[in-house]
């Protein structure tokens, strides 16, 4: 549905940076918000398919094993998405804004969606040894929950997109229940998402098994390696099905930028196709390897390098359906370098704190054999 | 104007208040909360107290599971809200605070990470370690207070921002500190609330110890609040008069405030009193029943916070930027000469003849740019009830003085020929008058 093309005014008040630092750091949160995320959602996945069989030992320690990871994901997931709509909102605020309030109704259903997919979580990761049953219940209505926050993302940054559809879905009904789908885009790219994140996270799975192979513990390591290996290895194989789809559904002006149209949108792509091929090869190695760790982090480096590009990919979408109607590159700015050094700083601090945290648990002892003494444990002195 | 205004029936402020006044006590709870886990930690790492430490490690999970699950998921609710409900607003604070924000987003990680190794390390760290990844997570928590109490205080009293546009005048505004001293009181009760209503989880012996150690969090806190509320009313230009009765809702809420935190402070010291005699005084109701006066304090400490701010989403009856129809100052001094409509990007009719638009459709547009911010048709804060029964020149002279309407009302913001049509619409809304007969007789 298209009517006039209303689009708010910029707001008054200038930029607190140039356009120039700002929309890098958008794509730079965003490729972060992705890894997590990816994480978080695919990771639920895989926690649910691998505690399908209750009764493999194997799988099912492996569904503990990924499941006790998803409180964190899930947590990280949020606070870089945060961190990447602040900076959407302020490049793109008139048509993000515009898009939040002639779809609020669904807009406004993340957040309780993303109660249930991360209370979802946390009951995944705490009731795996006592209540198997609850626990694989409680993940797979965090992933249901969670795949729906994602559709809900995508479809708001597919409407936000098309600033020509607003006005006329607003005066069709001012009370924000639009549930825009007529996007050919919306459907590949809530796919990409998911069967991405699902590689991600079964990568992930795959590293799971070569920290445990680090520990000693042989076969139920090389089970995760294998596991997730494969995992990603079809699940790319499905992206890149998804991908040619999303390419296809793309306006032809938007799409013929990455298939030659516009040399360094093309070359993205391809590189990221390259990387990600290069990262499948790798993890069929690692199926079969004995040592699999450096195809393993030879993987998931290829595959932060193709977050990066997909990231990149994506603005050059943005940019290319946005046009000049909304430019954040013409908006004036008063930066605020202080505040951008203490920006830098906190985000510093934040890193070396966190890392502290980290390294303070690498040097730790492993968790104690059930039965031995526990700090602060209930009836011990 | 610049915006569509989403025709949420329940209200949008109502939608606000929600998310908002349920993440700032979630909030509150885990700023208090980690400060009394580490102080407490320190405590009974120091004195080898089992029992203590059996609690703590027990609370760390809880703690950590529902202030980072309704945490943020509450924080996220309330960021979409007020996009959805002041688009305007929220782009201005955006421009101001970007990376004030983006500083807490950094607070928030160390937060969660903090709380996430806290609650699962404990078999694994040594208690050095475990006690520094404590102190940690109240440091994070307590500076993420400080940064958005910046932001928070600037909606109520921008003071010289408005004239200089700096960030240091804008986060430092004249009512930051008293704010800050008033938010660290509610966060140290809350946080110590939260300990009560979580004790009954600890070992028989150890609850009245645990119950008069949140005694002394939560009760010296809620002293001292009343000097701090006053401080900051004293700060604020004209709180004391609209708490006082000049504007009656905040009156109302100081009242409620006052009286659930008297109700508070007596339930907290019979509880921590009774728990030596009577180990059933420390009980899970008990415990929610004060949480739940913790959160009337809190939700009515937000309401007079809000209700002092208006008719600005920015600013105060004495300087203002934003009003809360998303409007600046300036534009609507513009709009009250020129027009309205005209400049409504969102109005019926855009790309059609003007003839095209009626007075009804004109009327509807009027009082969603104008009057939605605060009020709906039949829901929330229902304008129909306070329009029925009146006449269209009645309405029409209200419209003429909104801004000096008790209440504090942002003035209309259309010109003379709006205005009548604004008052015809209302007037026909319950469809017993005949929309344009009176409204010819007040036009002439």
Request: charged share 15%; with cysteine; aromatic share 8%.
């Amino acid at each position: 549905m298209s009517g006039p093309l209303v689009i708010p005014a910029p707001d008054a008040l200038p930029l607190p940076a140039p356009a120039w630092l700002l929309s890098p750091l958008l794509v730079l949160l965003f490729a972060v918000h992705a890894a997590a995320m990816s994480v978080a959602l695919g990771g639920a996945f895989w926690a649910a398919w691998f505690g399908r069989h209750p009764g493999h030992p194997r799988r099912r320690e492996l569904a503990g094993l990924v499941g006790r990871t998803l409180p964190h994901w899930t947590a990280a997931a949020i606070t870089s998405g945060v961190a990447a709509l602040l900076f959407l909102q302020v490049l793109y605020g008139p048509v993000f804004f515009a898009a939040a309030v002639v779809a609020a109704v669904p807009w406004l259903a993340v957040p309780p969606l993303l109660l249930l997919g991360y209370a979802g979580a946390w009951v995944r990761a705490l009731r795996h040894q006592d209540s198997p049953l609850v626990a694989q219940w409680a993940g797979v209505g965090s992933w249901v929950a969670l795949a729906a926050v994602a559709f809900l993302f995508v479809h708001q940054a597919t409407l936000l997109l098309h600033p020509e559809n607003h006005y006329a879905l607003y005066q069709l009904r001012p009370s924000g229940v639009h549930l825009d789908l007529s996007d050919p885009a919306l459907w590949p790219r809530f796919l990409h998402m998911v069967v991405g994140a699902t590689a991600v996270a079964a990568l992930w799975v795959a590293g799971l098994g070569v920290r445990a192979i680090g520990r000693g513990e042989e076969e139920a390591g090389r089970f995760a390696v294998a596991a997730g290996a494969r995992g990603f290895a079809w699940s790319t194989l499905v992206q890149m099905v998804v991908g040619a789809w999303f390419l296809l559904a793309l306006p032809p002006t938007v799409r013929s930028r990455f298939t030659g149209d516009g040399p360094s949108a093309t070359g993205l792509l391809a590189a990221a196709v390259v990387l990600a091929l290069l990262a499948m090869r790798l993890a069929w190695r690692a199926a079969r390897s004995r040592r699999p760790g450096r195809e393993v982090w030879a993987a998931a480096t290829c595959l932060a390098v193709v977050l990066l590009l997909m990231a990149l990919a994506r603005d050059v979408v943005r940019r290319a359906l946005l046009g000049q109607a909304v430019d954040p590159a013409a908006l004036p700015a008063a930066p605020q370098w202080g505040m951008v050094a203490l920006f830098a700083l906190a985000l510093a601090a934040g890193a070396a704190a966190i890392g502290w945290m980290a390294s303070r648990l690498a040097r730790a002892t492993a968790p104690p054999a059930p039965g031995a003494p526990r700090r602060g444990a209930p009836g011990r002195g | 104007m610049n915006y569509p205004v989403w025709e949420l029936d329940i209200g949008g402020g109502l939608l606000i208040a929600a998310f908002a006044v349920t993440h700032s006590f979630v909030a509150h709870v885990a700023v208090g909360g980690s400060l009394f886990l580490a102080l407490t930690e320190r405590r009974a790492a120091r004195t080898g107290d089992a029992q203590l430490l059996a609690w703590l490690r027990s609370q760390s999970r809880l703690f950590a599971l529902v202030t980072l699950v309704l945490g943020s998921t509450s924080g996220v609710g309330l960021w979409l809200a007020i996009g959805a409900v002041s688009p305007a607003g929220t782009s201005s604070l955006l421009r101001v605070f970007l990376w004030v924000w983006a500083v807490e987003a950094v607070l928030f990680a160390v937060t969660a990470a903090a709380a996430l190794v806290h609650q699962g390390s404990w078999d694994r760290l040594d208690p050095d370690s475990h006690l520094g990844v404590a102190r940690l997570w109240a440091a994070a928590s307590l500076l993420s207070l400080v940064g958005m109490n910046g932001l928070l205080s600037f909606m109520y009293t921008p003071g010289a921002w408005l004239e200089t546009r700096s960030l240091g005048d804008a986060f430092f505004n004249p009512t930051f500190w008293p704010s800050l001293l008033v938010r660290l009181l509610g966060a140290v009760a809350l946080g110590g609330l939260f300990a009560y209503a979580t004790a009954w989880r600890a070992e028989p012996e150890l609850r009245p110890r645990l119950v008069r150690r949140a005694a002394r969090w939560t009760l010296p806190a809620l002293a001292a609040l009343p000097l701090a509320a006053w401080l900051y009313f004293r700060a604020g230009p004209s709180a004391l008069a609209a708490v006082g009765g000049e504007v009656p809702r905040a009156a109302y809420a100081l009242r409620m405030t006052v009286s659930a935190a008297v109700l508070c402070a007596v339930l907290a010291a019979a509880v921590a009193l009774l728990a030596r005699r009577s180990p059933a005084a420390v009980s899970l109701p008990t415990g929610l029943a004060l949480l739940g006066l913790g959160y009337l304090v809190l939700a009515g400490g937000e309401y007079i916070h809000e209700s002092l701010r208006k008719p600005f989403v920015i600013g105060n009856p004495s300087g203002g930027y934003l009003y809360v129809d998303g409007l600046t100052r300036a534009e609507a001094e513009a709009t009250r000469r020129r027009g309205l409509l005209s400049r409504a990007r969102w109005a019926t009719g855009v790309g059609q003849p003007a003839e095209n638009v009626d007075d009804r459709a004109r009327g509807a547009d009027l009082f969603r740019i104008a009057c939605r911010g605060c009020h709906t048709l039949t829901g929330y804060n229902g304008i129909r009830r306070l329009v029925d029964g009146k006449s269209v020149a009645a309405i029409d002279a209200t419209l003429r003085s909104l801004d000096h309407q008790r209440g504090r009302m942002a003035p209309f913001p259309g010109d003379d020929e709006e205005r009548a049509v604004l008052a015809r619409y209302l007037a026909g809304l319950d469809g017993l008058v005949e929309p344009d007969r009176p409204a010819k007789a007040a036009g002439r």
